[in-house]
């Protein structure tokens, strides 16, 4: 580990060994069990046979308290093979959860793997990297707490967004690959709301480019569309910390706290300087922690996240006991313009001394609608060309977008500062997933600081499936 990367965490759980030499082996003597499984949600009133991960406490996934180890069974009954990838966790290679680089093979139903590393504290997820089990809803929360969140005088609330098809995943790829598929630049719902569209939203669509390629029959927030909202109970003149995370496979959203402003506090688990904001773009993968102060007038406050170029939403209601909880409709009045890089723009990391990049690679980010192939470099996985870099090296990365849709890339076993946003550069966030939009570049700097090979791809599933995904390799 260099100490560009570690210094402050490993200042932060030296503290915490210190103060509690084996609290976490007395609180668990056996190890945490997380259970892959099938399960029945209600959408729109329709019954759904879906999977999900659930908690030693019956929850959807995994909060850890500050200083405990990730340690735990994960047991598969979901009556198929699976693997669970830790997304925002740092572990060794085999452990990462992926069987793609070839550390860890399926685990068969029935069966089960152990975990055991020191998890990196923050709002991550969990999810399957197996095929698309990711759009079952094979996915959830993985909070790991810290010190700071402790000392912080807030109502935590975390929100995992999905997107949902009654449909089988295969039959939604299948769709696509055979060109039925919508590709106007719109979905199906947004080309029926054209003529509602704003300009604004308009003037930041490009000739050609295209949004979302999946037409979904629900959005999930904590797996309840607006029909019927999850609702918690907050305080009066309260502060509420929410954890945002858009674990939906193929739709990034925009996501506002009903006319509040709220403050960003971190990206991706990583700390960010403060920055205020009413609404703020969350693409596939990424999350954001959101510092809300709530009125003194004890009404409901509503955090909607809205699909991008589209007017589709979904979300939860934080109400004060006694509020009015209003009817929300799951249709916004207007078009949501597509997600950029207007908030990333703003974002510097916390605590973070970056250094120079000693080596510079360059990718492109390529593929098509028509055929439904996406690519780096023009290859697909099987015909990859490895990021190969040295241990020990500071290696920027610089993603160029020259495709018609945009990309979340997600790099496994590292956190990367955004370093240039569209060639200007940036001291940036600290994350593990960015955007890099139509038409643009990002460049983001990482330290080798855990060898292996890991994966490198664009966490919109469908691409990623089609061919969208490199390693990065060290020895
Ligand atoms: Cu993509």
Redesign the pocket.
């Given at each position: 580990m260099t100490l560009r990367l570690s210094r402050r965490q490993f200042v932060a759980s030296a503290a915490l060994v210190l103060a509690t030499p084996a609290l976490g082996r007395m609180a668990y003597a056996a190890p945490l069990t997380l259970t892959a499984e099938r399960r029945t949600i209600e959408v729109r009133g329709k019954p759904a046979s879906v999977l999900g991960l659930r908690g030693p406490g019956g929850e959807s996934g995994l909060v850890l308290p500050p200083g405990e180890a990730f340690r735990l069974r994960l047991e598969n009954r979901i009556g198929e093979p699976t693997i669970i990838h830790w997304h925002g966790q740092t572990p060794p290679p085999d452990q990462d959860g992926v069987t793609d680089t070839g550390y860890a093979r399926p685990i068969a139903d029935g069966g089960f793997a152990d975990y055991d590393f020191a998890p990196r504290t923050g709002t991550h997820w969990m999810h399957s990297h197996h095929g698309l089990q990711e759009m079952r809803l094979l996915a959830a929360p993985l909070i790991v707490r810290g010190k700071d969140d402790l000392a912080r005088d807030a109502q935590e609330v975390t929100v995992l967004l999905h997107d949902f098809s009654f449909k089988a995943p295969e039959e939604l790829v299948a769709g696509l690959a055979g060109g039925m598929m919508n590709h106007g630049g719109m979905d199906m719902g947004g080309m029926g709301t054209m003529g509602g569209m704003d300009h604004s939203a308009m003037g930041h669509m490009m000739p050609g480019m295209d949004l979302n390629d999946v037409e979904f029959d629900a959005y999930l927030a904590n797996d309840r569309t607006l029909d019927d909202p999850q609702v918690v109970t907050v305080e009066t003149g309260g502060r509420v910390y929410l954890r945002l995370i858009n674990g939906a496979a193929a739709t990034a959203f925009w996501v506002d706290f009903g006319g509040l402003t709220g403050t960003v506090m971190a990206v991706d688990g990583n700390p960010v300087k403060p920055v205020e904001v009413a609404k703020v773009p969350l693409a596939q993968g990424q999350r954001i922690d959101i510092l809300l102060q709530l009125g003194t007038d004890g009404a409901a406050v509503p955090v909607l996240a809205q699909r991008e170029g589209d007017r589709a939403r979904t979300g939860i209601v934080l109400a004060p006991t006694g509020a009015s909880v209003p009817r929300i409709a799951d249709k916004a009045a207007e078009v949501a313009p597509p997600v950029d890089l207007s908030l990333e723009s703003l974002l510097v990391a916390e605590g973070v001394d970056a250094r120079p990049a000693e080596v510079t690679r360059r990718i492109r980010?390529t593929?098509s609608m028509m055929p439904y192939v996406?690519t780096i470099d023009d290859r697909s996985w099987a015909d990859r060309l490895p990021v190969a870099v040295k241990p020990g090296q500071c290696v920027a990365v610089e993603m160029v977008n020259e495709?018609m849709?945009?990309?979340?890339?997600h790099l496994h076993g590292h956190h990367f500062d955004v370093a240039a946003l569209n060639g200007k550069p940036v001291a940036g966030a600290r994350r593990d997933t960015v955007l890099v939009p139509v038409g643009g570049r990002v460049t983001i700097a990482f330290d080798a600081d855990n060898a292996g090979r890991w994966l490198f791809h664009?966490?919109?599933l469908l691409?990623?499936a089609t061919g969208?995904m490199t390693e990065v390799t060290y020895a």
């Open positions: 980010l593929g996406w495709s849709m945009a990309h979340p890339m664009c966490h919109n691409h990623m969208m």
